[in-house]
């Protein structure tokens, strides 16, 4: 590909006005992953550390709901969504509380959701901590209907005593049996109302590490696994049982080694299940610290399996999936590509240059771009490289309105040539494009302080698609 860098930040945002249009026509025609999405209001989805469940023929999406200046506890949202492309926000299905554990100044993470044959009560799994990561436990909370409102019930209770533990899962046999899945390998069975633990089934699964998400394809169960490196991207990997109790072989990495997982942390695995095969959803967080409402997206891959091997050899900017026969395929561009030889077209503002590798480039905080192009809609192909920083996307219409508005994360451990903003589908018109570099850039410290992140504001830019 012939690349076009450039390094965005905030210049052009005086004028956008983030979430003025409603979107009332479907915004998208597949899953696209490592790019903003935009629900019915236009804002940005926010559901990080996700699960899904169907329920009545309608997906529903739960995750935090994360702010952009700190890690704190701001409410688990719910969407929901009739092809898993176009998402609809519900409400807070569990709000900030007034006060106590999931009140202010504290850790609400990962949560999950499942319906207890039993009863037919929603039960909500989630991590609850302090913002210092010392006061951990797996709550729960209870739904009469699956949008909530969730109440919040406290600690679950294994033995009498909360499990003290963190990044957590969870898994719903054929059979309708639930199970609760901690970080380093341990897995309870729940009661068949969900609210309690029945019995530890599995302990310290040897290799296993954060953020667990579990499979079943064929009598094998697939446990999938992060590394600990904080917000960073990591290989993850997986084991492999006949039975959920174990024993358990570690099978190794599921990702090309080097590729992060695709530059995600795995959540959950989602089995959207055909007339003529089932397809098992990778469902992954693409983290962007701070700025973790606008900027950090999602990475949902289509996982290949074939006996007791698990992959996702390849990556997918974008994908369809049939719901009814359960196959998905590849989409390819479809559009008009503006690329580096037709950038006469773009109008530069600010101190940009070509760089070594024939792009141009600027980590200047206010320098800009503008493109005008007449379509339903744009998308953008870029760089993102380890010294990249935060851009700001505005499209606005012929009257100078706001009607789409982001911010775009481009920063990598890695150089990676990827999609990196899809605007939702809009009214055929003229419209203006303008990427502002924001002079901002994601870094952060772990508990041991490390220190992770970028180390510049770069930006690149490979190609403008309009459609």
Not at 59 to 65: A, D, I, K
Not at 244 to 249: D, F, S, Y
Not at 308 to 315: G, K, R
Not at 317 to 338: C, M, N, P, R, Y
């Amino acid at each position: 590909m012939k690349i076009l860098t450039i390094i965005f930040l905030f210049a052009c945002i005086a004028v956008c006005s983030y979430g003025q249009t409603r979107f009332e026509q479907p915004a998208y025609e597949a899953i696209y992953s490592g790019v903003p999405w935009f629900e019915q209001h236009g804002n940005t989805v926010s559901a990080h550390g996700a699960g899904v469940i169907k329920d009545n023929g309608r997906y529903y999406l739960f995750g935090e709901f994360k702010t952009d200046s700190a890690n704190v506890f701001n409410g688990f949202a719910c969407y929901s969504s009739a092809d898993l492309y176009n998402w609809t926000f519900e409400r807070m299905a569990l709000p900030l509380q007034e006060e106590g554990k999931l009140g202010k100044n504290r850790v609400g993470e990962r949560p999950k959701v499942m319906k207890s044959p039993a009863t037919g009560e929603y039960v909500m799994f989630m991590h609850v901590d302090s913002l210092n990561y010392k006061d951990q436990y797996v709550g729960y909370a209870t739904a009469q209907h699956i949008t909530g409102p969730y109440t919040f019930q406290g600690p679950i209770l294994y033995e009498g005593k909360p499990i003290r533990r963190w990044d957590m899962g969870v898994f719903q046999d054929e059979d309708g049996t639930g199970y609760l899945l901690v970080h380093h390998g341990d897995i309870y069975q729940l009661t068949a109302d969900y609210r309690g633990i029945d019995k530890q089934v599995a302990s310290r699964v040897p290799g296993m590490g954060e953020s667990p998400a579990m499979l079943k394809k064929n009598g094998v169960y697939f446990l999938l696994s992060s590394n600990l490196t904080s917000w960073e991207r990591n290989d993850n990997q997986y084991h492999t049982a006949r039975n959920i109790a174990g024993p358990w072989t570690e099978q190794g990495l599921f990702a090309p080694e080097g590729s992060l997982t695709w530059n995600s942390q795995c959540s959950f695995v989602l089995p959207i299940i055909g007339t003529q095969d089932t397809t098992f959803m990778y469902m992954g967080d693409r983290w962007s610290f701070p700025k973790q409402n606008s900027a950090a997206t999602y990475v949902w891959q289509p996982l290949e399996i074939n006996g007791e091997h698990l992959s996702i050899p390849a990556y997918r900017d974008a994908w369809t999936i049939d719901l009814f026969t359960g196959q998905h395929k590849s989409v390819q561009t479809q559009g008009t590509e503006i690329e580096l030889k037709d950038m006469d077209a773009v109008s530069f503002q600010g101190n940009w240059k070509a760089d070594s590798m024939a792009v141009y480039r600027s980590d200047n905080k206010d320098d800009h771009f503008s493109y005008t192009f007449t379509g339903t809609g744009l998308k953008l192909y870029g760089l993102a490289r380890p010294d990249g920083g935060y851009a700001k996307v505005c499209i606005r219409d012929p009257k100078g309105n706001t009607v789409v508005e982001s911010i775009v994360d481009m920063y990598c451990l890695y150089p990676a040539e990827t999609l990196k903003f899809v605007s939702p589908a809009l009214p055929k018109d003229t419209y203006t494009i303008i990427v502002t570099v924001m002079g901002e850039r994601g870094n952060w410290a772990d508990k041991r302080r490390n220190n992770y992140g970028s180390t510049g504001y770069s930006v690149a830019l490979n190609k403008i698609v309009v459609e």
